[in-house]
């Protein structure tokens, strides 16, 4: 957030955590960066921020999404007994199913863009991690999650290509 509002970007921030929403929309100010309380897994609760965003800037042409958690433990405890599925089902809803939710949503309105240069329409960055190809013990959930958006990467790129979007993921280390 703090570098696109650097470059002049106008900047929407979507995210459950309030508090620190708000403290970064302080500090940088209201005039270019708004924010939105919103739960990626759920499709109102996107659609009514972007309706917001459309409403304040009047386009979208870049999604940054790095929406991410991480519930470790092993599949087996000392136990013996099974993680509840419960755990694992989070972190895939969040980090996955979020992820494309945010993204669908984008690209539809990107897809309404006029073309600028070389007739790109918008831009959409994942964020996998390292952990999709290294996964350690403790980090199935969080491991396999990312290499879904590794997955979702490559057909998205193809699909969305015909309309001028370009899709790309990270898959950072530790930070």
């Known amino acids: ?5 650097a470059s002049g970007a106008r900047v929407a921030i979507f ?8 403290r970064i929309l302080d500090e940088l100010g209201s005039e270019r960066i708004t924010f939105h309380r919103v739960d990626v897994c759920d499709e109102p609760s996107v659609a009514a921020a972007l309706d917001e965003v ?4 009047g386009t979208v042409h870049i999604c940054v999404n790095c929406a991410g958690v991480a ?11 099974a993680k509840p599925l ?9 980090n996955l199913i979020g992820t494309f939710n945010v993204m669908s949503k984008c690209a539809a309105l990107m897809a309404k863009n ?3 240069d070389g007739e790109e329409r918008g831009v959409i960055v994942n964020t996998a991690s390292g952990a999709a190809y290294e996964g350690q013990i403790g980090q199935a959930a969080y491991a396999s999650s990312k290499n879904g958006v590794i997955g979702l990467n490559l057909p998205s790129a193809r699909e969305l290509g015909r309309h001028g979007i370009r899709v ?3 898959a950072p280390g530790l930070f």
């Open 114 to 116: 006029a073309p600028e």
């Open 168 to 170: 790309n993921a990270i």
């Open 86 to 94: 419960a755990d694992y089902e989070r972190v895939v809803r969040i």
């Open 15 to 22: 995210d459950l955590d309030s508090d620190r929403g708000l």
């Open 71 to 81: 519930a470790p433990g092993k599949i087996l405890d000392r136990d013996g007994v």
């Open 1 to 5: 957030v703090r570098e696109f509002a």
């Open 54 to 57: 459309m409403s304040a800037f």
